[in-house]
């Protein structure tokens, strides 16, 4: 049971470029998330979902999308990076909006 | 705007010793709350979740307090050991709603 995987780990962006960073949940988990977290400021939500085909913006939606094609994967894409997207980015996901999270290893971003 | 506060950035106690981490909250009336266990590289983990309508919650050497008049929630670690030395996050939801994470207490339990 691999539980939340996210691809990559590690990812280095010049500035403009665009990427996708991918998560895959095996729980069967209705909701998904993706955070971004800084230094001194916790984890921060960026969108989620509330199921298959389902989206919405979090606290901090600009300059991000996101897709939930198939229940198992969530995916966050960068457009245009810019400096300010240098973070750690964790996916997670839960069975309701109350019960634990399971969260990925996350990915380090760094933009140039 | 909601704000959520975890006591001190940083917490140093020595082992075997009591760890007491405090999450405080203004603009906010969660319906519960999560503690989350996070080690240096590695994503956050699930330790407890507590309803408004429960004073307290045991988990084996954790104990976390949920004090809705104080808008504030205690998260204690008995018997601390260097192995719990880690980053704490505490969480708060309320229905529909997602939760909204504390900034996290970093806890070095000295041998």
């Known amino acids: 049971n691999a539980g939340v995987t996210q691809t990559p780990k590690f990812r280095v962006l010049k500035t403009g470029q665009s990427m996708t960073l991918l998560c895959a949940q095996d729980?069967?988990?209705?909701?998904m998330y993706w955070y971004r977290q800084d230094p001194g400021m916790g984890l921060r939500l960026i969108h989620y979902s509330v199921g298959e085909g389902t989206t919405a913006k979090g606290e901090v939606p600009d300059g991000y999308n996101v897709s939930r094609l198939k229940k198992q994967n969530f995916l966050l894409g960068l457009e245009s990076a810019a400096p300010s997207q240098t973070s750690v980015y964790f996916c997670a996901s839960s069975r309701e909006r109350d019960t634990e999270a399971f969260f990925g290893q996350g990915t380090r971003l760094t933009v140039v | 705007s909601q704000k959520i506060e975890q006591n001190s950035e940083a917490l140093n106690i020595q082992e075997g010793k009591t760890a007491t981490l405090t999450c405080n909250y203004t603009n906010y009336s969660p319906a519960y709350l999560q503690w989350y266990r996070q080690d240096p590289g590695r994503g956050p983990v699930f330790l407890l979740l507590?309803?408004?309508?429960?004073k307290e919650k045991r988990k084996e050497r954790l104990k976390v307090t949920f004090d809705t008049t104080l808008k504030q929630s205690l998260f204690h670690i008995t018997a601390s050991q260097p192995a719990d030395s880690a980053t704490y996050l505490c969480?708060?939801?309320?229905?529909?709603?997602?939760?909204?994470f504390g900034p996290g207490t970093r806890l070095s339990v000295l041998p």
């Open positions: 507590i309803r408004e309508n429960e």
């Open positions: 729980m069967n988990h209705e909701y």
């Open positions: 969480a708060l939801g309320n229905y529909g709603q997602n939760f909204v």
